[in-house]
T-cell receptor, first 114, second 115 residues
Framework: DGGITQSPKYLFRKEGQNVTLSCEQN?????MYWYRQDPGQGLRLIYY???????QKGDIAEGYSVSREKKESFPLTVTSAQKNPTAFYLC?????????????FGDGTRLSIL | AQKITQTQPGMFVQEKEAVTLDCTYD???????LFWYKQPSSGEMIFLIY??????QNATEGRYSLNFQKARKSANLVISASQLGDSAMYFC????????????FGQGTRLTINP
């Protein structure tokens, strides 16, 4: 079945450490997104990519980095510069073309500080 | 800038009753799309229904329908005959033309269905 796979499901970060969250999709979608969700809040856009080797900052990109070397993969690195990384991270993808296509989401990664 | 407002932090409804979740939006785009997602306690985001700004009919998908009032900039989700499995967070989101690929989300409404 086609879908979006995020790993790991739970991740713990030590002070000063960079960690990378994986997002892989087999939906053949061009666009991919990373969102952050804090408890009881809506989703905020971190980064997005509309095509391989290109990506743009979202609303809260500081302290995060991404790469898009393959169409299927859009990993997110939470750097040590992100001082409050504890949150739920969701990856999404969307096909191009039809305007009413929704974004499809993975199951998320919960990141906590040790 | 686009903004979504969901004014109901929590809603409690008896099973089998209908429920309306409110969503108002603000945008300067003439063409835009509105989405509703359901987020169960497990965390995944499930797409429910879409309404385009130029759609003449209110969107419907099974037990879900959208009460779209363009002049009032509201896009309320109506769930008919609620079920225990409808208990979840519900998010309204918008996609405009200028940020065509990006979704802006509201704060969400936590819906609890009581037996």
């Amino acid at each position: 079945d086609g879908g979006i796979t995020q790993s790991p499901k739970y991740l713990f970060r030590k002070e000063g450490q960079n960690v990378t969250l994986s997002c892989e999709q087999n939906l053949n979608h061009d666009a991919m997104y990373w969102y952050r969700q804090d408890p009881g809040q809506g989703l905020r856009l971190i980064y997005y990519s509309q095509i391989v080797n290109d990506f743009q900052k979202g609303d809260i990109a500081e302290g995060y980095s991404v790469s898009r070397e393959k169409k299927e993969s859009f990993p997110l690195t939470v750097t040590s510069a992100q001082k409050n990384p504890t949150a739920f991270y969701l990856c999404a993808s969307r096909g191009q073309g039809v305007y009413n296509q929704p974004q499809h989401f993975g199951d998320g990664t919960r990141l906590s500080i040790l | 800038a686009q903004k979504i407002t969901q004014t109901q932090p929590g809603m409690f409804v008896q099973e089998k009753e209908a429920v309306t979740l409110d969503c108002t939006y603000d945008t300067s785009d003439q063409s835009y799309g509105l989405f509703w997602y359901k987020q169960p306690s497990s965390g995944e985001m499930i797409f429910l229904i879409y309404q385009g700004s130029y759609d003449e009919q209110n969107a419907t998908e099974g037990r879900y329908s959208l009460n779209f009032q363009k002049a009032r900039k509201s896009a309320n989700l109506v769930i008919s005959a609620s079920q225990l499995g409808d208990s979840a967070m519900y998010f309204c989101a918008m996609r405009g033309v200028q940020g065509a690929q990006k979704l802006v989300f509201g704060q969400g409404t936590r819906l609890t269905i009581n037996p």
